[in-house]
Every structure is written in C-alpha cells, then in structure tokens.
C-alpha cells in the first residue's frame, strides 16, 4: 500500500515539475528560482517514482510495474508537452506584439506571418533557455 502511495506522490511531484520548469524567472515561485532547488525536486521525483515502481514490482508483479512505469511515463510526457507549448504559445504572442510595434516604430512592412514565425522561433528558444538555466531567460 505505501507503494501505491509513493507512486501517487510522484505523479504530483512530476506534474509540479513539468508546470513550473518551463516558466520565466519572473513567473516562476521564488524558491523554484534555483537550479539547485530544480536538481533536489527532479531527484526526489526519480527516487518516489522509481522507488515507488521497484516497490510495486516487488509486493505485486512485473506487469502491473510496467505498466505503473508506462502510465507513469505517459503522463510525465503528456503534461510537460501542456505545459512547454503553453508557455511557448504566451511567449510568441507576447513576442509578437513587440515585434509588431517595433515594425510599426520603424515604419517596416512585414507580414504578421513572418513576424509570428519570428516571435514563435524565440519563445521557443526562451522557453528552451528557462529549462536550461533555472529561468532566468525571459
């Protein structure tokens, strides 16, 4: 039973993970800020999932602990896919009006096309950059 219960924590774990890993410095929680706090959640995530699956393998079978590892891959792969094109898609529109006044400042002609294909490429770049660096891109 105190598997099954690690193994609903990690879930947890893993959703908070993926919500808040894409985030810019500025909406991220201060305490989620650090890189070194990042690196102590991902390593008490891996050690209640992996725990938590090695656990179920052990009280009940090999197959309900593959697919507890499934299941559990599957959601982690889903909700960080949510997350990082959310953030993606309200960094490119935030990226895209600035692009857009500034071609209105200068007086240049360019299509909202290129300037979203633009503001998309560096949200992308940013949001990347938030992952890498503990968020302190954008």
């Known amino acids: 039973m ?10 947890l774990l893993m959703w908070f993970e993926n919500r ?3 985030l810019s410095a500025a909406k991220r929680p201060v305490i989620f800020g650090t890189l070194s706090f990042q690196f102590i959640l991902w390593i ?4 209640f999932q992996y725990g938590s699956i090695i ?3 052990y009280v009940n079978d090999i197959a309900i602990a593959i697919l507890a590892f499934a299941i559990i ?3 982690g792969k889903i909700t960080f896919k949510i997350y990082f094109n959310k953030e993606v898609q309200w960094t490119a529109s935030y990226l895209t009006n600035i692009l857009k006044r500034d ?3 200068k007086g240049e ?6 300037i979203y294909r633009q ?3 560096e949200a992308y770049n940013l949001v990347v950059q938030n992952m890498k660096t503990g968020g302190r891109g954008f």
């Open 119 to 121: 503001a998309y490429s």
């Open 73 to 75: 891959y599957a959601f």
């Open 20 to 22: 808040l890993i894409v």
């Open 109 to 114: 002609k360019i299509s909202d096309d290129e």
């Open 44 to 47: 008490t995530r891996l050690a």
């Open 55 to 57: 656990g179920i393998w």
């Open 103 to 105: 071609a209105d400042t």
């Open 2 to 11: 105190i598997f099954w219960i690690l193994y609903a924590l990690s879930f």
